[in-house]
């Protein structure tokens, strides 16, 4: 089992630049598939990037690509993303999830079975 919980959330303005942290208990880290989602009120969850285990996969959807950027620190248990040129629609809460899955092409919340609590990012226009 991993215990996720994200960090870093705020409100900003639109074009500004954000980055997420999610910390990971249990001394596996290295062996999750993990991705970041978010969502809207009164929308569904929305898958936004995954990093393979080492670190040398990743995979977002056009929406997010070429502003976001996900990455991992297997020494410290530490997933990140990092967000620029935000705009109002990013705005969401962010859950960082963890998967045994091998690639980052997993998209679907239900192939991640832990979760952290969540990051509320809100962007201004």
């Known amino acids: 089992q991993v215990q996720l919980v994200e960090s870093g959330g705020g409100l900003v303005q639109a074009g500004d630049s954000l980055r997420l942290s999610c910390a990971a208990s249990g001394r596996t880290f290295s062996s999750y598939t993990m991705g970041w989602f978010r969502q809207a009120p009164g929308k569904e969850r929305e898958f936004v990037a995954a990093?393979?285990?080492?670190?040398?996969?990743?995979y977002y959807p056009d929406s997010v690509k070429d502003r976001f950027t996900i990455s991992r620190d297997n020494r410290k248990n530490t997933v990140y993303l990092q967000m620029n040129s935000l705009k109002p629609e990013d705005t969401a809460v962010y859950y960082c999830a963890a998967t045994g899955l091998a690639g980052p092409w997993n998209m679907n919340t239900r192939q991640y079975p832990y979760w952290g609590q969540g990051t509320q990012v809100t962007v201004s226009s």
């Open positions: 990093i393979s285990r080492s670190g040398g996969d990743t």
